[in-house]
Every structure is written in structure tokens, then in C-alpha cells.
């Protein structure tokens, strides 16, 4: 058989050895043009990655932060004669014997142990005045009152409790606030709402709800919880859990600004829209 005519062949002298070549060489620009052409990737962010937060933005928006500089307690009255003399500004906290009352103080005060804590009910049996000073700030006395409704006391102590409460509450010139705790969960009782239209008695005094152990509800339960007590009430309410912390400075915010002190840091008084409920939740 004779060789192909179209193929030139290599032995065919100079003229075939160039045409062979020739034909190499496109044979290998042919295959070299249906290889994939090479991709470039860019490089992507991690799938799980969160975005980074401005610094700047966190700390202009967070509420300042109270350290307390020192806490003590100064003095424990049974009787309207043992009260300490009236020196720094008053804040009272009242509420059942079962609602966390010693817990949200040592919370609020940064301090374990502080407001002594017990699992019976109407262990406190007096007023106790705790003497406070903030870093930066003002120095305060924060007021620890009996507990009432679980109380195993005589019918004639009790009513010698209440005389006491209500001398304190109606006539301490230094007294500047009142914060009534209530439970998250069973909410405002008889003797909550009674105390609330008592303090009412007392022209200016400023009166506000702490509603405790608010972790204790489901997130999506709580500023409902938190809307529906502040109506029953009518005062403002600041939801707060000693467990978390959650409403230390919210609640800071609001005492300090009715003793007339600013946050320390602050150049002016806070309290603005003081007409609308505190509703901070742990989503907040």
C-alpha cells in the first residue's frame, strides 16, 4: 500500500521534515485548546463567621457601668428610737418575705453575703441601712425592710412592724425612693398593690416595681410580663434577676436619677420619657 499523499512523511527530504513538524505542532495547539482553562477562585469569608462589631458603636450605645467603691452595713432598728440619724440620700426596698429581696441587693451592690439571704421566710426582722459609695460617684444609704405576708411573728409584733414601716415611710426626710419587688411569676399581690396605694400617701415620693426572677419566664414571656405588671401597678417596673444580673444597671439608672445624681461619667440627669415602663429583658 502506498503512503497517505495527505500525510507528509519524515524520510521525504528537507520539505517533508518541516511539513511534519508543521503539522506537530498544530496537532498540539489542538489539544492544548480543548484542556479546561484554569479557574481563579476567590477567596470566600468562612461560613460561619460573624461580623465583626465596631467597638466604638458597643461602648457609645452600653449603659455606663456602677462599681460600687464600698458597702457596709452601718445599723439594724427595731424601733423607731434605734433608727441612725438622717445623713446620706435613702433608697428602700420592700417586698414579700419570698421574693428575692437580699438577693437583688448583694446583686445590686456587687457583694455576696452582704444582705443576708435565707430559704425562711421573714428572717429580716428590722431595717437594715447598708452605707454605699460609687466609684466616681455619689454616696448613698440603700434600706433593707422587713419582709411581709410569710412572717411567723405575734399578731402584737406584727402590728409594731408595721407601726415602724410606716413611720419610716411616711416621715424619713432623707428617704428618696422606695423600690417594691414583685415575683415574675405570681406577679402582683394584695399586699404588693396595698403597699404601692400606701407609699402613694407620701406627696413626691418616687415609687418603683422591680419585678424578680425574671430568667425564671421564657424569653418571649417577658416583656409582656413586664407591660402587664407596670399596668396593674401603675408605677414604673424594671425587670431584674439576681441570678443574671440582668437589670443592675437599668435600675442604677433610674435611682441614681431621682437622688439627683447622674451616673458617674454623666453629665446630665437621666430619666427621660420617666412616664414609660422599664421593660429590659435578657434579650435587651
Given at each position: 500500500?502506498?503512503?497517505?499523499p495527505?500525510?507528509?512523511s ?17 496537532r ?47 445599723a ?25 429581696k ?9 457583694r ?20 454605699v ?67 402613694g ?30 399596668r ?15 437589670g ?25 420619657g ?8 435578657a434579650?435587651?
Amino acid at each position: 500500500m502506498g503512503a497517505d499523499p495527505k500525510t507528509p512523511s519524515p524520510r521525504s527530504g528537507t520539505q517533508g521534515v518541516s511539513g511534519w513538524r508543521l503539522l506537530a505542532a498544530l496537532r498540539s495547539v489542538a489539544k492544548a485548546c480543548h484542556k479546561p482553562a484554569m479557574t481563579v477562585r476567590r477567596p470566600q469569608p468562612p461560613q460561619h463567621a460573624k461580623p465583626t462589631k465596631n467597638p466604638a458603636v458597643k461602648s457609645a450605645s452600653a449603659a455606663p457601668v456602677v462599681k460600687i467603691a464600698s458597702a457596709e452595713f452601718v445599723a439594724g432598728a427595731q424601733a423607731r428610737e434605734h433608727l441612725p440619724t438622717e445623713q446620706r440620700p435613702e433608697i428602700a426596698f420592700a417586698g414579700r418575705s419570698n421574693v428575692g429581696k437580699s438577693s437583688l441587693l448583694n446583686m445590686m451592690l456587687a457583694r455576696k453575703g452582704l444582705a443576708r439571704t435565707s430559704s425562711t421566710p421573714g428572717c429580716t426582722r428590722q431595717i437594715n441601712f447598708f452605707d454605699v459609695s460609687l466609684v466616681g460617684g455619689p454616696a448613698l444609704t440603700l434600706v433593707d425592710l422587713p419582709g411581709y405576708g410569710f412572717a411567723r411573728v405575734s399578731k402584737v409584733e406584727s402590728k409594731e412592724w408595721k407601726r415602724l414601716l410606716e413611720t419610716y415611710l411616711l416621715t424619713r426626710q432623707t428617704l428618696q425612693a422606695v423600690v417594691v419587688l414583685v415575683d415574675a411569676r405570681r406577679g402582683p399581690e394584695p399586699d404588693d398593690a396595698e403597699l404601692v396605694a400606701f407609699l402613694g400617701r407620701r406627696q413626691g415620693l418616687p415609687v418603683f416595681v422591680a419585678v424578680t426572677k425574671l430568667d425564671k419566664l421564657s424569653l418571649s414571656a417577658q416583656k409582656p410580663r413586664l407591660m402587664q405588671i407596670a399596668r396593674e401597678c401603675g408605677v414604673r417596673v424594671i425587670g431584674t434577676s439576681a441570678e443574671t444580673g440582668l437589670g443592675r444597671e437599668a435600675l442604677w439608672r433610674q435611682l441614681l436619677n431621682v437622688t439627683t445624681h447622674a451616673l458617674p461619667g454623666e453629665s446630665t440627669v437621666l430619666g427621660e420619657g420617666a412616664s414609660e415602663p422599664v421593660t429590659e429583658t435578657a434579650s435587651s
